[in-house]
């Protein structure tokens, strides 16, 4: 049976006052690479998420353009650039009002692409190749470490490939884990080599993949947060009912209310 490919791609729009100044660069690698893969095959299927401090939001959807017309390219990129550049003004003004950056709802649009995938699958009469991209540019928010877990284990459960492309120096434990456990590629990279990546590392599809050589996630931090303090811990306690962790002993779970009667051990 023939199989098509379905890629939600997740864009983080945090930190925006960054993206004020070079966002150019990322949109226009962007833009190309969806270009590129919408038009490799007629099936194919890409939804694009963007991630804020406040929301994510839906960008692009491919279904709904015209894939036989002979100005889809141009189509693409009006709706592309259109959206994309109307969430990164809303963003500013909100900047401009509360002076303040909150994590991006990377675990909101994680959630989003799960669902997008699930509609699909029940549309499909083919089999599907699934996959999400994350681009991501800011730090996690530890505080939505269960969700994001969910979420991954969701994915794994039905064989959605999640790969991260993070921009910037710094590493993300987080997202590393995501892409460990889904089977997916995590690659850092720099806005200059940007399309260079998507198009080598990100454009193939999972099939594909078996027969090249692809980046290898290694050195991934598998340590939990606990969500009393959102830290990163080694040991810590944890609730046998719902499987909360905490760095401290507490006498009755924050989240499923369950009261410990057992003795303070720590796990």
Same mark, same amino acid.
């Given at each position: 049976?023939?199989?098509?490919?379905?890629?939600?791609?997740?864009?983080?729009?945090?930190?925006?006052?960054?993206?004020?100044?070079?966002? *150019?660069?990322? =949109?226009? !690698? $962007? &833009?190309?690479? /969806?270009?590129?893969?919408?038009?490799?095959?007629?099936?194919?299927?890409?939804?694009?998420?963007?991630?804020?401090?406040?929301?994510?939001?839906?960008?692009?959807?491919?279904?709904?353009?015209?894939?036989?017309?002979?100005?889809?390219?141009?189509?693409?990129?009006?709706?592309? *650039?259109?959206? =994309?550049? !109307? $969430? &990164?003004?809303? /963003?500013?003004?909100?900047?401009?009002?509360?002076?303040?950056?909150?994590?991006?709802?990377?675990?909101?649009?994680?959630?989003?692409?799960?669902?997008?995938?699930?509609?699909?699958?029940?549309?499909?009469?083919?089999?599907?190749?699934?996959?999400?991209?994350?681009?991501?540019?800011?730090?996690?928010?530890? !505080?939505?470490?269960?969700?994001?877990?969910?979420?991954?284990?969701?994915?794994?459960?039905?064989?959605?490939?999640?790969?991260?492309?993070?921009?910037?120096?710094?590493?993300?434990?987080?997202?590393?884990?995501?892409?460990?456990l889904s089977g997916g590629i995590y690659l850092k990279c720099?806005?200059?080599?940007?399309?260079?990546?998507?198009?080598t590392h990100f454009f193939p599809d999972n099939l594909t993949?078996?027969?090249?050589?692809?980046?290898?996630?290694?050195?991934?931090?598998?340590?939990?947060?606990?969500?009393?303090?959102?830290?990163?811990?080694?040991?810590?306690?944890?609730?046998?009912?719902?499987?909360?962790?905490?760095?401290?002993?507490?006498?009755?779970?924050?989240?499923?209310?369950?009261?410990?009667?057992?003795?303070?051990?720590?796990?």
């Amino acid at each position: 049976m023939q199989e098509f490919s379905l890629l939600t791609v997740i864009l983080d729009l945090i930190p925006a006052e960054k993206y004020n100044e070079d966002h *150019t660069n990322i =949109i226009n !690698s $962007l &833009i190309t690479f /969806i270009q590129a893969y919408t038009g490799s095959h007629s099936q194919n299927v890409l939804g694009l998420l963007g991630a804020t401090c406040d929301t994510s939001k839906w960008l692009f959807n491919s279904r709904q353009i015209d894939m036989e017309s002979q100005y889809r390219i141009l189509q693409i990129r009006d709706e592309l *650039t259109k959206n =994309i550049e !109307s $969430l &990164i003004a809303d /963003i500013s003004e909100n900047l401009m009002e509360k002076d303040i950056i909150g994590f991006s709802r990377i675990t909101s649009a994680l959630c989003k692409s799960l669902c997008f995938h699930n509609v699909e699958k029940l549309k499909a009469k083919e089999k599907i190749q699934s996959r999400i991209l994350i681009l991501s540019t800011s730090d996690f928010d530890t !505080s939505q470490y269960i969700d994001t877990m969910n979420c991954i284990f969701s994915a794994q459960k039905d064989n959605i490939v999640i790969d991260v492309c993070r921009l910037g120096k710094t590493d993300s434990s987080f997202l590393k884990q995501a892409a460990s456990l889904s089977g997916g590629i995590y690659l850092k990279c720099n806005q200059e080599s940007l399309l260079l990546n998507l198009m080598t590392h990100f454009f193939p599809d999972n099939l594909t993949r078996t027969n090249l050589i692809t980046p290898v996630v290694d050195n991934v931090d598998f340590r939990t947060t606990c969500v009393c303090h959102q830290k990163v811990i080694d040991l810590g306690y944890i609730c046998s009912v719902c499987l909360t962790v905490y760095c401290s002993f507490v006498p009755i779970c924050h989240n499923c209310r369950t009261k410990f009667s057992f003795d303070k051990k720590r796990l």
